[in-house]
């Protein structure tokens, strides 16, 4: 009996919409609607490259060395993206999450992240994905179930996928106006206005050959306080992506350093983030989670357009 890489399937459905997710970091593999591909995600027979549909606890992006302090401690990670020399994308992506319920629409996950090196808490997680008429709504829950407060962050890797066969001819509009600048080894090194350079995207147009892998804050909000990101293919669909108030960082990365060639910049990586990149160090977005405390953060995907 040959196991599956990614682990056991989950598949429901609403009207012409099919989600498929994974034992493996509860992760979304597959987003179809009728015909199309929503995301850009991998096969049943492949194991997930490039964080693809991964969610990220207890922080997204990466943590400069893998170190940071913490209540007077200095703490250190196992390198998990070494060629850097940092750790990348959380504990949780490699995990093996639970079914907690699944319904005709929806599933649900549990995980219990346990302490390691470099991590010494407990914390209860639990991931919520549903479909309705407009599209996929993903909730993720993180609860402190240690006894004391313990550092904190999350996100989500969905590749956006419009059915063009790269990501050049599409349009997109990202609502940051501000981005944050990094180093070599992708740690960012302040803040800067889009006016005038290339990561300006806050009106629709062509992507076209910019390499971008970089988050933007000062997100602007619409009515229902959500941000919206939206991949168009100028001759057919478009999808948005949305994050509710709980995430003020969105990274757009546009697949230039993936490392399998025929896969790069065949969908947009857009990442929604509760804090900055190396925000363990920085502080910046950075939840301090109390003993008790439930922290809870909506994004989603809009495929009914």
Same mark, same amino acid.
């Given at each position: 009996?040959?196991?599956?890489?990614?682990?056991?399937?989950?598949?429901? $459905?609403?009207?012409?919409?099919?989600?498929?997710?994974?034992?493996?970091?509860?992760?979304?593999?597959?987003?179809?609607?009728?015909?199309?591909q929503v995301i850009d995600g991998y096969s049943l027979d492949e194991m997930c490259t490039g964080a693809r549909g991964h969610s990220m606890i207890p922080w997204p992006n990466?943590?400069?060395?893998?170190?940071?302090?913490?209540?007077?401690?200095?703490?250190?990670?196992?390198l998990t993206e070494p060629e850097f020399r940092g750790a990348i994308h959380g504990l949780t992506r490699w995990a093996s999450w639970h079914c907690l319920e699944r319904r005709t629409d929806s599933a649900s996950f549990g995980h219990t992240l346990f302490p390691r090196p470099g991590w010494p808490w407990v914390v209860e997680c639990r991931i919520d994905y549903a479909l309705d008429d407009r599209g996929l709504s993903v909730s993720t829950t993180a609860t402190n179930l240690g006894p004391t407060a313990c550092p904190y962050g999350?996100?989500?890797?969905?590749?956006?996928?419009v059915g063009t066969e790269t990501i050049d001819v599409a349009h997109v509009q990202v609502p940051g106006s501000v981005y944050l600048p990094v180093d070599d080894v992708g740690i960012p090194t302040g803040r800067q206005s889009v006016e005038g350079t290339k990561y300006d995207l $806050?009106?629709?147009?062509?992507?076209?050959? $910019?390499h971008i892998d970089v988050a933007y804050t000062e997100l602007r909000t619409d009515e229902d306080g959500r941000a919206r990101v939206r991949l168009v293919n100028p001759d057919g669909p478009a999808?948005?992506?949305?994050?509710?108030?709980?995430?003020?960082y969105l990274e757009i990365f546009t697949g230039d350093t993936l490392p399998e060639a025929g896969r790069r910049r065949t969908g947009l990586g857009v990442e929604p983030m509760t804090c900055a990149p190396d925000g363990f160090n920085s502080g910046d977005g950075l939840i301090t989670l109390q003993v008790g405390q439930a922290h809870h953060a909506r994004w989603g995907i809009d495929a009914c357009l």
């Open positions: 009996m040959t196991a599956v890489p990614s682990g056991s399937q989950y598949e429901f $459905r609403h009207g012409e919409q099919v989600v498929v997710i994974t034992e493996v970091g509860a992760g979304l593999r597959s987003y179809t609607a009728g015909t199309r990466r943590i400069r060395g893998g170190s940071y302090g913490w209540a007077g401690s200095r703490l250190q990670l196992d999350t996100g989500a890797h969905p590749y956006l996928s $806050r009106a629709p147009q062509p992507l076209g050959d $910019r999808v948005v992506l949305w994050a509710d108030g709980m995430y003020p």
